[in-house]
């Protein structure tokens, strides 16, 4: 069975230019809630401690007092392999920026063995083109009319995605043995043969629309990505009503669990 991987090890946030201490802090907690281990202040003057740790709370104050305070962007981007850049802003010289969600489910599987880092703006102007530059990822959260968050609730959101997206890796990893999560072709036409087989004990199918009917019913469970556990679930099923369609007969009843 596979291990889950080592979620936000070394993973960080990066705040540029911020206007407001009180914005740190609240980052810093929300930062501290989905296991982001660094905080990155890039600004011409060092924040104002107490107004950081007003917010941050005791929980989240660790960040604060191993907070890296740069000057420039460039090195505060060093330490990170992949970096997703926030903006709310579509110059012509920008990318397409995707919404959180896409990003982080392309991001999540990169978390095993690198450090990540989330890239915020000024709260009045965002990120420049160049600090962009430094970043292999583009999101935009999508918004109405008016397209101004505040600079803690777009880290929220994003590092919400992020820990969602790698929490569905994990559960992926834990459930899946040497067979594989979803059923493959051997599991499906097991289960296909047996649907038929009963639809035809109830005359739904007879052998003048037969495959049209299976062909309906194969396109419409392809769709939600059958894994092996449900396909043997089916497979029992069918099998017990088989078995009680046949009592009349004599047949025996079917040996094990049902879905086996």
């Given at each position: 069975m596979?291990?889950?991987?080592?979620?936000?090890?070394?993973?960080?946030?990066?705040?540029?230019?911020?206007?407001?201490?009180?914005?740190?802090?609240?980052?810093?907690?929300?930062?501290?809630?989905?296991?982001?281990?660094?905080?990155?202040?890039?600004?011409?003057?060092?924040?104002?401690?107490?107004?950081?740790?007003?917010m941050a709370?005791?929980k989240?104050?660790?960040?604060?007092?191993?907070?890296?305070?740069?000057?420039?962007?460039?090195e505060?981007?060093?330490?990170?392999?992949?970096?997703?850049?926030?903006?709310?802003?579509?110059?012509?010289?920008?990318?397409?920026e995707?919404?959180?969600?896409?990003?982080?489910?392309?991001?999540?599987?990169?978390?095993?063995?690198?450090?990540?880092?989330?890239?915020?703006?000024?709260e009045?102007?965002?990120?420049?083109?160049?600090?962009l530059?430094?970043?292999?990822?583009?999101s935009?959260?999508p918004?109405?009319?008016?397209?101004?968050?505040?600079l803690?609730?777009?880290?929220?959101?994003?590092?919400?995605?992020?820990?969602?997206?790698?929490?569905?890796?994990?559960?992926?990893?834990?459930?899946?043995?040497?067979?594989?999560?979803y059923?493959?072709?051997y599991?499906?036409?097991?289960?296909?043969?047996?649907?038929?087989?009963?639809?035809?004990?109830?005359?739904?199918?007879?052998?003048?629309?037969?495959?049209?009917?299976?062909?309906?019913?194969?396109?419409?469970?392809?769709?939600?990505?059958?894994?092996?556990?449900?396909?043997?679930?089916?497979?029992?099923?069918?099998?017990?009503?088989?078995?009680?369609?046949?009592?009349?007969?004599?047949?025996?009843?079917?040996?094990?669990?049902?879905?086996?």
């Open positions: 596979s291990q889950p991987i080592n979620t936000l090890a070394g993973s960080g946030l990066i705040l540029v230019r911020p206007k407001y201490p009180e914005n740190i802090g609240a980052s810093a907690r929300i930062a501290c809630n989905f296991g982001i281990e660094q905080l990155t202040v890039v600004a011409e003057e060092a924040p104002d401690q107490e107004r950081m740790l007003k709370t005791h989240a104050a660790h960040l604060i007092h191993e907070l890296r305070f740069l000057d420039n962007t460039q505060a981007a060093e330490p990170y392999h992949f970096i997703v850049g926030t903006t709310a802003r579509q110059g012509k010289h920008r990318v397409l995707k919404a959180p969600h896409a990003v982080m489910q392309e991001l999540a599987p990169l978390a095993a063995n690198h450090r990540l880092a989330l890239m915020f703006g000024p009045n102007s965002g990120l420049t083109n160049e600090d530059d430094l970043c292999q990822f583009t935009t959260i918004t109405a009319d008016f397209s101004s968050l505040n803690a609730q777009a880290v929220a959101i994003h590092c919400y995605e992020l820990s969602m997206a790698i929490n569905r890796l994990e559960e992926e990893a834990v459930n899946t043995d040497g067979e594989g999560l059923a493959n072709s599991d499906l036409e097991g289960m296909y043969e047996h649907i038929e087989e009963a639809l035809t004990k109830i005359t739904f199918i007879r052998h003048t629309n037969k495959t049209y009917w299976m062909r309906n019913i194969r396109q419409f469970l392809s769709r939600t990505r059958i894994k092996k556990k449900e396909a043997s679930l089916i497979r029992g099923v069918c099998r017990k009503f088989l078995w009680h369609s046949g009592q009349e007969d004599g047949q025996k009843a079917p040996e094990g669990k049902e879905g086996e």
